[in-house]
């Protein structure tokens, strides 16, 4: 294992890189048994056993992503999922931005598109503390997603055709985290949110919103904010989620 010392960092103020893994988030919560590890990066350069949303497995070769989870202990307005998930996946489509030029877009709720292809997926794991897992696919082939059978998946490389250095990536995207959060932890909350709508792209839109207690309901879009989502149905009537009752919201011509 490597350790890295960034003290002028609150996000990944320390680093602890391995070569293997079997999951980055099992280790990092292994860790919130103390607030001092508030910021805490656990890197691999290869994963064995990870996890994305609703257990399903996310196994990544050696050199082929950035593996990260983050160990935070935030305030109680902004441990919230949908803030976190939101705070990683900006970070995540503003560190693409600049390293290729490309606009991703984020899938509800925790998955950012390049091209149309998935090429990251975040998990949240609350405990103790939180852990922000983050899974972003840099330089697999086309092919390999098919072999997989991951056919809407995909990777920096296949989106551009060029090689990454997942260390190097790894770190540009530590520093957007520890950029967005300090603005998180100022209040300003503001900038975020538009971003994160933003990239969402469905304001205004026909959706359909499927609910964690089963039901599915469609509408117009009328407004996307951390605080809720609000609907309106074909008669003119208003419905309010909060963000944690949505499983998936997509257009109404996609497949949720």
Not at 9 to 26: C, K, P, Q, W, Y
Request: with cysteine; charged share 20%; hydrophobic share 45%.
């Amino acid at each position: 294992m490597e350790i890295l010392e960034f003290p002028d960092r609150m996000i990944g103020r320390r680093v602890l890189r391995h070569a293997a893994l079997a999951s980055t988030n099992d280790l990092a919560a292994t860790l919130a048994t103390d607030p001092a590890n508030h910021g805490t990066v656990v890197l691999a350069d290869e994963q064995t056993a990870g996890r994305g949303q609703y257990g399903r497995r996310w196994l990544a070769p050696a050199g082929s992503s950035v593996l990260m989870s983050v160990l935070l202990f935030p305030p109680p307005e902004l441990r919230r999922p949908a803030i976190m998930t939101a705070w990683a996946a900006v970070a995540v489509g503003e560190t693409i931005l600049k390293l290729t030029g490309r606009q991703a877009k984020i899938k509800w709720p925790n998955d950012v598109l390049l091209h149309g292809k998935k090429v990251c997926g975040i998990l949240i794991e609350q405990s103790a503390g939180t852990v922000v897992g983050i899974g972003l696919n840099l330089n697999q082939a086309p092919d390999d997603f098919e072999r997989a059978g991951l056919p809407l998946a995909g990777s920096l490389s296949a989106a551009i055709g060029r090689k990454f250095d997942h260390v190097e990536v790894a770190h540009a995207l530590i520093e957007k985290l520890d950029a967005e959060y300090g603005l998180l932890l100022s209040g300003e909350r503001v900038a975020l949110e538009a971003c994160w709508k933003w990239r969402i792209g469905l304001l205004g839109r026909d959706v359909r919103v499927e609910c964690t207690d089963g039901t599915t309901h469609r509408g117009r879009l009328m407004e996307l904010t951390f605080d809720g989502l609000q609907l309106e149905q074909s008669g003119g009537a208003l419905l309010s989620f909060p963000p944690e009752t949505v499983r998936a919201l997509a257009s109404a011509t996609e497949i949720l």
